[in-house]
């Protein structure tokens, strides 16, 4: 008893008083997020379905995240795994190596290793979250808890190698070869070549122009993605956002467009507000006609330490009934769905 | 053995107390947190004074953008991370950018640090830690009740820097190791004759 009392005081004395000191990395860091939300949709049915935050009237569980990165010398290593709903499950692929909902498993979100040549140049090499869009998984670097359909319909992780140089503060060119989207192994070869340029135009303001090519594993045809992802600080309170992609598979086999804009103002450091306005279009395959949807999701985040409250609420408008939403009385066929969720994230 | 307990555990008190009370920065009167200090060195003429400044900036890598305002004003900046610790856990949370300020006269000289910042960093989607923004927010600024302890924190992080870069520099300036000049290179040109 008397042991666990002194470290009990040796651990909580320890992390308060070394706690915000200037020092050199560590040589291990640690990190990670954990999620919960509750989500309502207000036709009482589990509507909108992009990827994350899909259980109706429910106190659900998100994901809890695990990254270690380390160091030594010009080398480095970054493992992250999730272990949950949205890392799990939903995400894709889990511990098999396939997209079930039923397998209970873990995702893999960052496994690689990198070593920088120099300042200006670096190689990778592993499995990485992917290059292309303006969201991601973890929601602890989304402003918004619901997710895009730009983001769900396209690449969630890229397992490669690539190698990065940057010509000056403003201009970098990253390019590799990648395996299929969202599998740790290549069934078909290492069959995708993408690349990313960075441009810094002015001080706040970066834009990312990326490709990625090439044909998967049992595809119809050779699937290319362009894709835009750029944001700028405007000012100290505002930021503006914007994702563009484009996605065709040869031989008129699909794809999808779409184009998100992300505004967001900071009240202040602590209390900010945001919208995120999407227009997307899936392309028919063959004679089948385009389907498009329009979505609009206002957000607020509240930051207190580690922890942000996101209240969310969302419009979704699905003019061609691409999406399946239900009405009320639980019949498939309604042309819009919203929903009202709150979602808590802490980060350490 | 309770008695020991009780010790270390009121040590440990009294060293999160101390640290709680310290003084913070003072605001000057356009309102920033600022450290300012004037330093009287005898027997040490303008030039001289002018040259250690120089070789101080020319030598510490962490102070960017170096510019001289005239002949006997220099500024820079630079920036501190923020590292959070929890024993063996440890990843940066944030930075703060400040600057320098150095202006020298005859016989003394005075600096002060301010324009203090603050710029959260977040994970990126290759896990790692990069800034949020571009753009800080003022230390000084109030942020509300939500992040108020964590500001605080901050702001006595800051001033906590502050007083240990002035020793540093102070100790420099006052440094009575004759200062080299740096000779050019003199290179033959063979291509004219």
């Given amino acids: ?348 | 053995m309770k008695l020991i307990s009780f010790l270390f555990l009121f040590a440990m008190g009294v060293v999160q107390v101390r640290a709680q009370e310290e003084a913070l920065l003072p605001l000057d009167e356009k309102g920033k947190l600022i450290y300012y200090e004037v330093v009287a060195l005898k027997d040490q003429p303008k030039d001289s004074l002018q040259l250690r400044v120089f070789n101080y900036f020319k030598g510490n890598k962490s102070l960017k953008s170096n510019s001289a305002i005239g002949d006997s004003l220099w500024v820079a900046e630079g920036k501190m991370v923020v590292d959070k610790t929890l024993l063996v856990m440890s990843h940066p949370s944030g930075e703060i950018l400040y600057r320098f300020y150095v202006e020298v006269k005859d016989q003394k000289y005075r600096f002060w640090i301010s324009d203090f910042n603050f710029i959260p960093y977040q994970r990126d989607r290759y896990g790692n830690f990069v800034p949020s923004t571009p753009i800080g927010t003022p230390l000084e600024k109030d942020p509300g009740k939500l992040n108020m302890s964590q500001w605080k924190e901050y702001q006595l992080l800051a001033t906590t820097f502050a007083k240990a870069f002035a020793v540093s520099f102070k100790q420099y300036m006052a440094n009575k190791a004759p200062i080299t000049i740096p000779i050019p290179v003199q290179k033959v040109v063979r291509k004219n004759w």
């Fill in chain 1, 1 to 348: 008893m008397k042991k666990k009392f002194m470290l009990s005081a040796l651990v909580l004395g320890c992390g308060t008083v070394a706690f915000a000191q200037v020092t050199t990395p560590s040589p291990l860091q640690i990190s990670g997020s954990v999620d919960t939300y509750y989500k309502y949709d207000f036709n009482k049915a589990g509507n909108i379905k992009t990827y994350f935050a899909n259980e109706q009237n429910s106190v659900s569980l998100g994901m809890i995240d695990l990254a270690l990165k380390k160091t030594t010398g010009k080398a480095s290593f970054v493992g992250e795994l999730s272990f949950g709903p949205r890392g799990q499950s939903q995400s894709i692929p889990n511990a098999l190596g396939a997209y079930d909902e039923t397998t209970n498993s873990f995702n893999i979100q960052n496994l690689y290793v990198n070593y920088a040549f120099s300042d200006k140049f670096n190689v990778t090499a592993g499995y990485m979250g992917t290059f292309i869009g303006y969201e991601v998984i973890s929601p602890a670097a989304n402003f918004n808890y619901s997710t895009s359909y730009l983001f769900g319909s396209g690449p969630f992780q890229n397992a490669g190698i690539k190698a990065s140089y940057a010509f000056s503060d403003k201009v970098s060119l990253m390019a590799g070869l990648f395996n299929d989207w969202n599998v740790y192994q290549d069934f078909n070869g290492v069959s995708h070549i993408g690349a990313q340029l960075t441009i810094v135009p002015a001080t706040g303001w970066t834009a990312y122009l990326n490709v990625l090519s090439g044909r998967a594993a049992g595809a119809a045809g050779t699937g290319t993605i362009f894709d835009l992802t750029t944001a700028y600080q405007i000012t100290g309170q505002f930021k503006l956002g914007l994702n563009a992609a484009d996605y065709t598979v040869s031989n008129d086999n699909g794809g999808y467009s779409g184009v998100a804009l992300y505004p967001q103002y900071a009240f202040t450091p602590a209390v900010a507000l945001g919208l995120r306005a999407e227009f997307f279009n899936y392309k028919g395959v063959g004679t089948a006609a385009n389907a498009s949807v329009s979505s609009f999701t206002f957000s607020g985040n509240i930051k207190s330490g580690g922890l942000t409250f996101i209240p969310e609420i969302r419009f979704d408008s699905d003019k061609d009934f691409s999406q399946g939403f239900a009405n009320k009385n639980g019949i498939i066929g309604a042309k819009s769905a919203s929903q009202f969720s709150l979602a808590a994230v802490y980060t350490f």
